[in-house]
């Protein structure tokens, strides 16, 4: 049995998985990928999947399109004390990274409560630190909706009273529309296309891992959200508003829409998966969450990948 073979059999077995690390996700947002496993006796403790991908002949490990976190897995025994709880997780990964490909560029989001930064350093990786907002569902709703900031309180009710959210599984290009127009308007491209943006997503729906959330005014749609989930927490993974429209109070109606959702599906976490954009920053920061860290693995050593992220970007 091959390291994929293995990692397959055990997501199909292991109910703790991330969506994003799922043999199914894997398949729609990489060309190809592979698996590193580190056993203790006849144990598995440790597991990671990364995408195999070669651009001009250089080899890269990158996060995947619409993929926020990959990075190792670490299956801690029963009865290990909290004492040994960091030693544990430092030595299991340790042994993964011996695995992992010696590839000439890395840019490798990891999920958050990964600390194992001196590990990285060791393989003359760079780390840049990144944030999310996490929204604890383990409260009653009353206390979460407490917590959102009082002007997106008055938003998310104002737009209760005239908007009306449905589900909204043929709206994928219109979604991949809204993201296009908003983010040429910042003077970006988007970086998948929408074919990509139908496969991710219908692969989610497909699996029962996911929803698209479309707020409606009347006949028009003002906004559109999807979220993905496994069965311990939710993300928010895309949204978009209509620029002919004001979906700012239809966006805040759609977000307090998959809190209470996640909730309902008995998830810990609403992860908002967070940006480096101010704007979108101080937008999630609205609701309450609380701010989580996680690491970028960074590596550059091709020549030929220098001068075309100099000349392109």
């Known amino acids: 049995m091959t390291n994929k073979d293995l990692y397959i059999k055990i997501c199909s077995e292991h109910k703790g998985i991330r969506v994003f690390m799922q043999p199914w996700w894997l398949d729609q947002v990489c060309e190809n990928w592979d698996v590193a ?8 403790t440790g597991l990671w999947a990364y995408p195999v991908e070669n651009k001009l002949g250089i080899s890269m490990l990158r996060t995947p399109l619409l993929t926020p976190y990959l990075g190792p897995i670490v299956f801690y025994p029963g009865d290990l004390k909290d004492s040994r709880t960091d030693r544990f997780e430092h030595d299991t990964v340790a042994e993964l990274m011996k ?3 010696n590839a000439k560029v890395w840019h490798l989001a990891l999920e958050p409560g990964m600390k194992q930064a001196g590990i990285f350093r060791k393989y003359k990786l ?8 996490l929204v604890a569902l383990h409260q009653p709703e009353e206390t979460i909706l407490a917590n959102i900031k009082e002007t997106t309180r008055r938003n998310i009710r104002a737009a209760a009273k005239e908007i009306t ?3 909204g599984n043929n709206c994928i290009k219109l979604l991949y529309d809204y993201q296009a127009k908003m983010l040429k308007g910042k003077g970006k491209p988007l970086a998948y296309s929408e074919t990509d943006l139908k496969k991710i997503l219908g692969s989610a729906l497909h699996n029962n891992a996911g929803a698209i959330w479309v707020a409606r005014k009347g006949e028009t749609i003002e906004a559109i959200v999807c979220q993905v989930w496994d069965n311990n927490q939710s993300y928010y ?4 508003q209509n620029p ?3 979906g700012y109070k239809a966006m805040s109606l759609l977000l307090w829409h998959c809190i209470r959702e996640s909730k309902k599906m008995g ?7 967070g940006s480096m954009d101010e704007g979108v920053e101080r937008f999630f920061r609205n ?4 701010r989580e860290l996680y690491m970028v693995l960074l590596k550059n050593d091709s020549l030929i990948w220098k001068l075309k992220k100099t000349v392109i970007g």
Do not use: C, S, W
């Not at 760079?126 to 907002?133: A, G, L, P």
């Not at 609701?287 to 609380?290: A, I, K």
């Open 126 to 133: 760079r780390t840049e630190v990144q944030q999310t907002f």
């Open 267 to 273: 998830h810990a976490f609403f992860d908002l998966e």
């Open 165 to 167: 959210i449905t589900t």
């Open 244 to 246: 002919e429209a004001n």
């Open 237 to 240: 993974l895309i949204g978009g």
């Open 99 to 101: 695995q992992m490909p």
């Open 287 to 290: 609701f309450g969450g609380n």
């Open 37 to 44: 496993v580190v056993k203790k006796g006849d144990e598995i």
